[in-house]
């Protein structure tokens, strides 16, 4: 008894397989996919925090060029400077609202842009009493002096914040790229293995496949043999009864006939034994006709193509069906187990014809193509 296995056919076991890969293709396609959909979004919050990092630069550069109009205001007296630094005061404040915008996901960082905005207030609202000042002519060295002494410190206390939020940003961009490669590496692995084992089971497959084929082919290479050795032996056994036919019962009815024609001449003439001599004479025709029917030695002595003319010669005559047969020219000799198998399928498609058809004319063709032979019957 064998326990722990189950005996499977090769072709569930082939389709297994095969099935086997196909799950592997799908089930890495599926995990790819949702690696491919992480890394998407790793590289996401990748620009994500270089889009952090380029806002707050952008701070500090609008908050400059705000500070630079107002003083060139404030020593020239120009209107367009003015303009300017209006514009450069929208845009600082546009930009810390980017920066708030940006970092909503991080609570850190909002607390950082709360001191951000409340020291950017404080450089503007300084500046913008630089500003009034000068439109009221009330300026003066000492004020401006203080003002710009309060500018700097809110610049610095910017600076501070801004420096601090970058080296959070950095950091987080340490973190999501070193992600990012990892989820880029584990893609190109589960890829690279998924693939490897489907090609390993659709090979694996090839070979059960070809291991199948090469088993049939050598059944069937076995059964052609059998038959042929079947056909043989049958062959043997009908040259047997041929002879045994022709040497035993042939020899005995002739013998008896003879004996017959001997005392019919030493007594009157009876009509009896002129009537047992002419059975005689067909017993030995049929038995005649019997014995090369089951084994023509034309067959053995000279080849199919005479063998076969005078089967259908005299298959013509004994059932009354028109047989043209066309052969072949220069039809030579064939092995002797060709030869075998082509009278044989003579021999049945004329039997089949004279049983079971009613037509009395048939048509037989043999033909040769590429090295092989080929009979057609019609009726």
Aim: glycine share 4%; proline share 2%.
């Amino acid at each position: 008894m064998r326990f722990g296995f189950i005996a499977i056919s090769a072709r569930a076991r082939n389709a297994l397989v095969f099935f086997a890969a196909l799950f592997l293709l799908s089930l890495g396609g599926v995990v790819t996919y949702l690696t491919i959909v992480r890394l998407l979004d790793a590289e996401h919050w990748v620009a994500h925090t270089r889009e952090v990092q380029s806002a707050l630069s952008n701070i500090g550069t609008v908050c400059a060029r705000a500070g630079r109009s107002r003083v060139e205001y404030v020593r020239s007296g120009d209107a367009t400077r003015l303009d300017e630094y209006h514009s450069a005061v929208s845009d600082t404040q546009q930009a810390v609202a980017l920066v708030r915008q940006l970092t909503a996901d991080n609570n850190l960082q909002q607390n950082d842009c709360a001191r951000l905005e409340s020291w950017a207030t404080r450089r503007i609202s300084l500046m913008d009493q630089s500003i009034n000042l000068k439109q009221h002519d009330e300026t003066s060295l000492e004020k401006e002096a203080g003002i710009t002494q309060g500018v700097v410190g809110a610049a610095a206390e910017m600076d501070s914040v801004v420096q601090q939020m970058q080296a959070h940003e950095d950091q987080l961009l340490a973190e999501r790229e070193a992600r990012s490669q990892a989820l880029f590496r584990q893609a190109v692995l589960l890829c690279s293995a998924a693939f490897l084992f489907a090609v390993l089971l659709l090979g694996l497959h090839y070979y059960l496949l070809n291991h199948e084929l090469k088993a049939r082919q050598r059944a069937d290479e076995s059964l052609r043999r059998l038959n042929a050795r079947l056909l043989e032996i049958q062959d043997e056994e009908r040259r047997r009864i041929s002879q045994e036919l022709h040497e035993s019962l042939g020899q005995c009815l002739s013998g008896v006939k003879m004996n017959l024609e001997i005392v019919s001449k030493s007594l009157p003439p009876n009509p009896l034994l002129k009537e047992c001599v002419a059975i005689l004479d067909k017993s030995i025709s049929e038995t005649r006709t019997m014995s090369h029917l089951l084994h023509p030695p034309l067959l053995d002595e000279v080849g199919f193509a005479s063998a076969a003319r005078w089967y259908v010669e005299g298959f013509s005559e004994r059932n009354g069906v028109f047989v043209d047969l066309t052969l072949p020219e220069k039809f030579g000799r064939l092995p002797q187990a060709i030869e075998l198998v082509l009278f044989r399928v003579l021999q049945e498609s004329l039997t089949n014809i004279g049983r079971h058809s009613e037509a009395r004319r048939a048509q037989i063709t043999v033909r040769w193509q590429a090295g092989r032979d080929r009979i057609e019957s019609k009726r």
